[in-house]
């Protein structure tokens, strides 16, 4: 083993000295179901005289049914200007089982130590590298081809496809960036992969065991569809009261009396996209902690396909929309939404006006469609059934408990968190001081004394509630209980989906827009 990892090292200066073409590096952060599991780095090398050779070297751990099993993997691959491989070798240590292998090609037959393997493959795949995802990749065709691939462990080829899907936007906090999405599929094991415009592979995720890689300087990055062929997007502003909010309507191209929704985001400052503004003032602590989906804009484009006008818009004092959002009220955000709703009603190409909240949104939406009469139809997505104090207080209790908290010490922070809960219900200053800090309460208040089953058995407009089986904010049991409130309303549990309607790759679930995208319609008639 020691004298393999010499020879091969892919971080080896001497052989990055003989390097006379092309250099590139690269490394990726790898995570298991959301955990950080460990890195891969590699270096990828363009020779004068045609060869290509892929190092790469990663350690990392998963966690395989409670049990964790350490992996380190040490290899090398030469390739010609084809990719296809023509000397690899390779180190593997799973827990305490180690293997290495070398294998060089000559005239369709792969050779090893002990063994001679007739291959057809034009590739060479690894599946616990990453990396080698770059060469199959930089080699694909536009639409969907036949690939097939040499299993180093198995000695055998196999059969598989990438198919390349397009231009989608990686979108984060403060960056975004266009890539190609490719799909590909290894036998058992398919990845949904990501390419920029040097042909880097920045995101690749594996829904056998939920695993992601991102390269460096790419993290956090979230795969967002443009607009489809025949939607067309334009930027608006807005008057609510003395401010002006800005957004974005979605709608067929050319459209005229189209049926119209406004999307009505979640608790804490979120952009247009739906997406959690950092910084913007206290709230943010209480909105949900999971990974940002975009879900706004793959509403809007969903709902546009199905021939419908939609607005989303950045929350007051968040993107471009004037406002100070720290010390908002809920009744700042009920107006914000009538705003919206005004701005609509006063366009030629929008028909009857509908509401879509999710979670505050949601209950935003039902206090505005308890006072206008006219909005035709409210979808509540993953609505809140209890006050927000309750919330906190079961979100608090479920990570002190998986952070392994004893039940005493667990007891004792519950109950100062539920005194200082009361005290800002029962206090009717808007400031008060919290862990040393002047903290605006206000909108606190505001929800941790307003009743969402009261606020939703005021709606008389056609309703439907959706949730996602895996969503521990808003579980499914509380939207059972709205439903239950009046008679008619229709509700719809997706299974796998959290909070945000995303299933295990972070991106919103294609068959919960297809729902939507059907029965609203109907809604708006």
């Not at 000397?87 to 070398?102: H, N, S």
């Not at 956090?220 to 309507?249: M, N």
């Not at 206008?372 to 979100?395: F, K, Q, S």
Request: proline share 4%; charged share 30%.
């Amino acid at each position: 083993m020691a004298v393999l990892l010499l020879l091969f090292s892919p971080f080896d200066s001497g052989l990055a000295a003989l390097a006379q073409g092309k250099q590139e590096f690269g490394k990726y952060k790898l995570t298991v179901s959301g955990k950080e599991a460990g890195a891969e780095e590699y270096r990828l090398e363009e020779f004068e005289d045609g060869k290509i050779v892929l190092f790469s070297k990663a350690k990392f751990e998963l966690d395989l049914a409670g049990a964790h099993r350490a992996y380190v993997t040490d290899t090398v691959l030469t390739m010609d200007k084809t990719y296809a491989p023509a000397l690899y070798a390779g180190y593997r240590k799973a827990g305490r089982d180690e293997d290495k292998v070398k294998i060089e090609w000559s005239k369709g037959v792969a050779v090893t130590p002990k063994k001679q393997v007739r291959t057809t493959a034009a590739y060479l795949l690894d599946t616990t590298v990453v990396s080698h995802l770059i060469p199959i990749l930089r080699a694909a065709e536009p639409g969907k081809k036949a690939l097939r691939l040499f299993n180093p462990t198995a000695l055998a080829d196999f059969e598989g496809s990438v198919e390349d899907r397009g231009e989608v936007v990686l979108r984060g906090k403060e960056a975004s960036v266009r890539v190609h999405e490719f799909q590909i599929n290894l036998g058992y094991v398919s990845y949904t992969a990501h390419v920029d415009e040097k042909k880097r592979v920045v995101r690749a995720w594996s829904e056998v065991n939920n695993s992601l890689a991102e390269l460096e300087g790419f993290e956090g990055l979230v795969p967002e569809g443009l607009a489809p062929e025949g939607i067309e997007e334009s930027d608006v502003t807005f008057p609510s009261g003395t401010l002006r909010l800005s957004g974005t309507i979605s709608k067929p191209r050319g459209a005229k009396g189209c049926p119209a929704v406004v999307l009505v985001s979640d608790t804490g400052p979120h952009d247009r996209q739906g997406n959690l503004v950092k910084g913007k003032g206290g709230s943010e602590e209480f909105a949900w902690t999971g990974a940002d989906a975009s879900l706004q804009r793959a509403l809007a484009q969903a709902l546009s396909g199905a021939g419908m006008l939609v607005l989303r818009m950045d929350d007051r004092g968040c993107g471009a929309s004037e406002g100070d959002f720290g010390t908002a009220r809920i009744a700042d955000f009920v107006g914000d939404a009538a705003a919206a709703v005004a701005y609509l009603r006063s366009r030629d190409d929008a028909g009857p006006v509908g509401l879509i909240g999710h979670g505050e949104g949601a209950l935003v939406s039902c206090l505005l469609a308890a006072k206008d009469g006219a909005i035709r139809t409210v979808i509540l997505l993953a609505p809140p059934a209890v006050t927000l104090d309750e919330i906190a207080l079961r979100r608090a209790e479920r990570m002190l408990r998986d952070q392994g908290t004893k039940d005493e010490i667990l007891k004792e922070m519950m109950a100062q968190q539920r005194r200082l809960f009361d005290r800002i219900k029962s206090s009717a200053e808007d400031y008060q001081e919290i862990d040393e800090r002047r903290t605006f309460v206000g909108w606190m208040r505001d929800r941790m004394t307003l009743d969402p089953r009261a606020a939703f058995a005021k709606v008389v407009a056609p309703s439907l509630i959706c949730v996602g089986s895996r969503d521990r904010e808003t579980p499914p049991a509380g939207a059972e209980s709205l439903r239950q409130l009046r008679s008619g309303v229709e509700a719809r549990l997706f299974e796998g989906l959290d909070h945000s309607f995303a299933g295990p790759d972070g991106r919103v679930d294609a068959g919960f827009l297809k729902v939507l995208a059907e029965r609203l319609p109907q809604m708006l008639k």
